[in-house]
């Protein structure tokens, strides 16, 4: 699939995208997306026909939100069960080959070019999410690409950009970041610094830039290799910085180091809060906005107490494949609750006394593990660990706290966590504690532990097919 519109088409064929038209980019799309995503319903939504933007002007939204969804845009055999889609993930997890871009003419996305006093972002469709955000947000399921001012080195992240203006925006690049870096050599000669960001592109350059990978790897370049095919990008007239050719939007411009900084945010958080409330940036001064007709922005919601697909089958198999990198035997499955990695659950065949502690603290200091982690379980691989239910219930009834719980302080975490004091933002000590709950059946007694009462599998078959007209065929 080499654009938004063939993966569009995709989901449509296969039922999984739904038309909206007629809805305000003021809370409306934002409140809409959430309230589906919370309704788990197993669509994509196209807004269509926005109230106040241009006439064409689309955002797609809960777009990368199921199992069938993520293993299309990302090639995989398409699958409706997250199982076997983290399992595919997982395969791939450890390739890290790259392949060059091609650069193109012309391609679609340069069928519409804004210059100098045409130069207008309002006109595009940028919602505002939630209630106390600080603004319209154009970027949230965006790529931004940089280079370093000196070194061969270019990269493409995801970072929020919000709009003040017709010609102006803030790229929310956090310290550390490749962005940053790449900022921060523009700077240091005084220069200004260039950007190009792409607001609508097949969603696998947006897992991609996402994504967190080595800051050699060009994810331009990942993409690329993963479809097998290069990606055609064509070059900026302003910044000479290359981006798809068949992307819907893309802004182009550049933060000056001298600039006044404007207020960013508040935005609405993946944590389900307001994060880090306001900061200062220096605007992202656009020079040129090329589009397709009728261009769609490629969105990301995120909503409180609800995990996309996008998040539960990229972190599972990155935990997964790393756990299983560094030497661990005996996983049965990986899986994270909630977007991010709040919550990490990973069911084990014990293998030897000490098995489930060096599983879980494994689990939460890997790369893939270590942000922003605050709970970690461990269980026994006749617990399902997509059943939150399953998961519960053997916390409760194979883990005693006094034994069974560990609390490790001074943990990698962030200003955007909640529970941080302001003192401690404010004194830049960010870090937290986390919590290890062993829930798996105590290795050294193990056999002796309490048989369960569920029912046995074949034994329910039997009984949902012979009484399907009571209980549900589990299909
Ligand atoms: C929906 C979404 C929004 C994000 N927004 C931001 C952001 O505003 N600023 C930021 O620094 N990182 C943000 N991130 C995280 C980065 O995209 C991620 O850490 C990525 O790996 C950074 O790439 P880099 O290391 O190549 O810069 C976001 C991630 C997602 C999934």
């Not at 962030?414 to 004194?427: D, G, K, L, V, W």
Request: aromatic share 6%; glycine share 8%; proline share 6%.
């Amino acid at each position: 699939m080499r654009d938004l519109r063939e993966f569009v088409r995709a989901i449509e064929d296969r039922g999984q995208l739904e038309r909206v038209p007629g809805a305000d980019l003021d809370l409306e799309i934002g409140g809409v997306s959430s309230l589906a995503r919370q309704d788990a319903l197993d669509t994509a939504l196209l807004f269509e026909d926005i109230e106040g933007t241009r006439p064409g002007a689309r955002v797609l939204t809960n777009a990368v939100d199921t199992p069938l969804q993520v293993t299309l845009a990302l090639g995989h055999e398409p699958t409706n069960d997250i199982r076997e889609a983290v399992v595919a993930q997982k395969e791939r997890a450890a390739e890290m080959e790259t392949r060059p871009v091609e650069t193109v003419d012309d391609g679609p996305v340069l069928e519409n070019v804004q210059r100098g006093g045409e130069v207008d972002l309002t006109e595009f469709a940028a919602p505002t999410w939630h209630a106390h955000d600080g603004g319209p947000y154009i970027g949230t399921g965006d790529v931004v690409i940089t280079e370093h001012a000196e070194e061969d080195d270019r990269n493409a992240g995801t970072y929020r950009v919000q709009v003040h203006g017709p010609k102006t925006a803030t790229l929310n690049i956090r310290p550390g970041r490749d962005g940053d870096r790449h900022r921060q050599s523009y700077f240091e000669r005084g220069e200004p610094f260039p950007a190009v960001v792409s607001l609508g592109h097949q969603p696998d350059l947006f897992m991609a830039a996402n994504q967190r990978f080595p800051a050699h790897v060009d994810e331009l370049e990942y993409v690329s290799a993963q479809r097998d095919r290069p990606l055609e990008t064509v070059e900026g007239e302003a910044t000479g910085l290359p981006f798809p050719a068949r992307s819907e939007l893309v802004i182009e411009g550049t933060v000056h180091p001298d600039a006044e900084e404007i207020t960013e945010g508040p935005f609405g958080e993946w944590t389900g809060y307001y994060g880090a409330g306001e900061t200062q940036q220096r605007p992202f001064e656009i020079d040129r906005i090329y589009h397709r007709n009728d261009p769609i922005v490629l969105a990301y919601n995120n909503v409180p107490m609800t995990a996309t697909a996008m998040s539960t089958i990229r972190s599972g198999a990155q935990l997964w494949h790393q756990l299983e990198d560094a030497g661990i035997t005996g996983i049965d499955e990986v899986t994270t609750i909630f977007p991010g990695i709040w919550f990490q659950v990973v069911s084990i065949e014990q293998q030897y006394a000490g098995h489930s502690t060096q599983v879980g603290m494994q689990a939460m200091s890997l790369p893939s593990g270590v942000w922003e982690g605050r709970i970690t379980i461990v269980v026994d691989e006749d617990v399902d660990v997509y059943d939150l239910a399953e998961v519960l219930w053997a916390t409760v009834s194979r883990c005693d706290p006094a034994e069974d719980l560990t609390v490790i302080e001074n943990c990698v975490s962030s200003r955007i966590n909640p529970r941080m004091s302001p003192e401690q933002t404010a004194s830049g000590d960010h870090t937290k504690s986390r919590m290890l709950l062993d829930a798996t059946k105590p290795y050294h007694w193990k056999g002796e532990f309490p048989e369960d009462t569920r029912i046995d599998p074949e034994l329910e078959a039997e009984l949902r097919t012979a009484y399907a007209e009571l209980l549900s065929t589990g299909e």
